[in-house]
């Protein structure tokens, strides 16, 4: 007659069968719970780069800006030697003094006010680049084997809370930003429309 085993303590109880649906079970989960941590890798890789790019864009409408203010400086510095030069020589530039008008009327003043609006966002982006410590703690997984692979799903579980924070923020910082580029946009095209009028209504008489 066969001896009875001993039961081992550690061995699931149940009927066999159930045993292996239940460890697929557990398999499929923890590879869900990698493919979402790749996920969420992938969308804060993508989110990084977007960033930059709006710095980096942010950084060239600043120098397109810049120039469009020497230009209007050179501009108004020529108007003074031109009145200059009448006061000195008689030189009729009288068509110059429509600019001396146009710049105390409202519209000049307000595309030339400050440039607050339109700044890149010196502070940078308030992720977290490789922390993903901050996300959700406590029991994410209900145990049911209470092994390795639950230990690893709550960890994964814990990283895509993290990153999911990290990406709000990114979203937040990417609309904040667009959202100022595109002020400054406009206020450089006003600019342009500014720089023309003077340069057609005001420098080509005078030629």
Request: charge should be negative.
């Amino acid at each position: 007659m066969e001896e009875d085993r001993e039961q081992d303590p550690d061995e699931p109880v149940g009927p066999p069968d159930v045993h292996m649906q239940l460890n697929a079970k557990t398999d499929e989960t923890l590879e869900s719970t990698r493919r979402m941590v790749a996920l969420c890798e992938e969308s804060k890789d993508a989110g990084i780069r977007t960033l930059v790019m709006l710095d980096e864009q942010g950084e060239q409408l600043e120098r397109i800006e810049e120039g469009m203010d020497q230009i209007n400086q050179d501009m108004r510095d020529a108007e003074k030697n031109l009145e200059g030069m009448e006061k000195c020589c008689g030189l009729c530039v009288l068509p110059w003094k429509r600019a001396k008008n146009f710049e105390k009327d409202s519209n000049y003043k307000d595309t030339w006010k400050g440039n607050e609006d339109g700044k890149i966002n010196t502070n940078g982006p308030r992720v977290i680049v490789g922390d993903n410590a901050a996300g959700m703690s406590g029991n994410l997984v209900t145990r049911i084997t209470n092994d390795a692979r639950e230990d690893e799903m709550e960890q994964n579980l814990g990283e895509v809370s993290g990153m999911i924070s990290n990406l709000r923020n990114m979203a937040v910082d990417m609309g904040n930003e667009l959202e100022s580029q595109n002020r400054q946009i406009d206020r450089i095209n006003q600019k342009v429309c500014v720089q023309m009028y003077i340069v057609i209504k005001i420098v080509v008489p005078v030629l």
